[in-house]
């Protein structure tokens, strides 16, 4: 066995102490500097307002500054591909949609990014129903009398809604599953596409129930059908789609956080601890309902197997329905 000197003994020793904490202080300081959360939509629709709810939250337990980035474009794609393609960034986040990891992929020949290759799952966020909405001026009150007018009126009856996203989804099945023809008029974002139906450009749209709530307790958006698993409680007057005649129609949208997959994995368990916290706060998960959110918390586990499901949904609809890959 090798015989060492006190003095190298001694500067071994140094070297080992000064250099083991280096990687075990990189963590314990995280975060050192402000957190920037992405939000892949403009501003005002259901993730910005989701996000923006959560971010305070963020900062307050972090005591660190929070920052909120709009960066929309192609239901999400922009926002993600560039994500996926920068340098390693442990203080930077994506909020996603449940289209951005689990449809995308059946829509876009050239996603720019791999859902499942570029991401690391955080967490769930909170879920929200979708409602099909017309403009009042129409004339119809029920999702029946909306389809009847269309059959009446073929090919005189246009939708909006970004393509790709949830409620575009909800609006092509719609179509396909009442033999209705329509035209579908493409915007750049749901927050667009509402315009569109409020000033009568188009008849109607499916969307996140935040971003329409206000305008339907205002009476300039008529809700024919909550397309969930069950009536939401802001609405109970309204029927679900399955109600009326549409069972396959009970997709919710969903919301989740996610890191570049190069993140550590102890950075991915501090922000998920720190995510299920503020989603298990009482005056967190009362404001959230007050917006039409339902708060979901859990391990990036249970992210993963959401992403799962609804895949197993989405890439049999999507072909079925006729919508074609972009």
Not at 20 to 37: F, G
Request: aromatic share 8%.
């Amino acid at each position: 066995m090798p015989k060492f000197s006190s003095k190298s003994l001694c500067y071994w020793l140094i070297l080992l102490i000064s250099l083991t904490p280096l990687s075990l202080h990189a963590q314990s300081n995280w975060p050192n500097r402000p957190i920037k959360i992405i939000v892949p939509f403009p501003p005002g629709g259901s993730t910005d307002i989701l996000t923006r709810i959560f971010s305070q939250k963020l900062s307050e337990n972090l005591s660190q500054t929070v920052i909120v980035e709009n960066r929309a474009g192609a239901n999400g794609v922009v926002a993600a591909s560039s994500i996926a393609k920068a340098p390693l960034d442990d203080h930077t986040f994506l909020v996603v949609s449940m289209p951005m990891l689990a449809v995308n992929q059946f829509i876009y020949t050239k996603l720019g990014y791999d859902p499942d290759q570029d991401f690391s799952s955080i967490g769930l966020l909170a879920q929200t129903p979708n409602v099909l909405v017309v403009n009042p001026n129409l004339g119809v009150n029920t999702l029946q009398e909306l389809t009847n007018y269309a059959k009446a009126n073929p090919n005189k009856i246009t939708y909006s809604g970004a393509t790709g996203s949830t409620g575009f989804l909800l609006s092509e099945l719609y179509k396909s599953r009442s033999g209705i023809t329509a035209l579908h008029i493409p915007y750049k974002g749901n927050a667009l596409a509402m315009q569109a139906v409020l000033s009568g450009d188009v008849q109607f749209t499916t969307d996140n129930l935040p971003q329409l709530l206000p305008q339907i307790r205002a009476g300039k958006l008529k809700p024919l059908a909550v397309i969930a698993t069950k009536r939401w409680s802001q609405l109970p007057e309204i029927p679900t789609a399955s109600e009326v005649g549409y069972p396959s129609m009970t997709t919710s949208t969903w919301f989740g956080l996610v890191a570049q997959s190069k993140v550590t994995p102890q950075v991915i368990a501090r922000m998920n601890k720190e995510t299920n916290a503020i989603l298990n706060r009482s005056d967190f998960r009362e404001k959230l309902l007050e917006v039409s959110f339902e708060p979901m918390s859990g391990s990036p586990e249970d992210m993963a197997l959401a992403v799962k499901k609804e895949r197993a949904i989405w890439g049999t609809l999507i072909p079925q329905i006729g919508i074609k890959p972009e």
